[in-house]
């Protein structure tokens, strides 16, 4: 255990005073996998599933909402491009939109396919 310094004298003492607070880190509570162990251990966590599930919902929506964008600027480009200080032009535009479709769909599944896996275990217990 790290020593803790106590009041304004400085001194050091091996608990800490009633008047700290303790916090948990980043990292703090996990442990290394031991030898043959998977490096993928903390997935056996559900609720760091579900927030993997929930980040990939956001992300699937931001990502439809660029999709609508590239599409309203490959007709509306002249609408777009100014809006965006140029960077979303009609060429650009398209491109993206033609690349979004895949990161979309790929978003969407992983977000979708846990939230199924999440209520189909819930109905099981």
């Known amino acids: 255990m790290m020593p803790h310094v ?6 050091l003492t ?8 303790q916090t948990r880190g980043i990292g703090e509570g996990r442990q290394a996998p031991q030898a043959g162990q998977s ?21 699937s929506l931001a990502l439809v909402l660029l999709t609508i ?17 140029g960077f979303l032009g009609k060429a650009v535009s398209q491109h993206w939109h033609e690349s979004l479709g895949l990161l979309v769909l790929a978003a969407l599944a992983v977000h979708v ?5 999440w209520r189909w275990k819930g109905t099981r217990d």
Not at 39 to 52: A, G, H, Q, Y
């Open 14 to 21: 091996s608990k800490p005073s009633s008047a700290m607070v």
């Open 113 to 117: 396919g846990i939230a199924l896996w």
């Open 69 to 85: 964008l590239t599409g309203y600027g490959i007709t509306q480009f002249r609408i777009v491009t100014p809006l965006t200080a």
């Open 39 to 59: 490096m993928f251990v903390w997935l056996k966590n559900e609720r760091t599933i579900r927030r993997i599930g929930r980040w990939f919902g956001w992300i």
């Open 6 to 11: 106590q009041g304004q004298t400085g001194r």
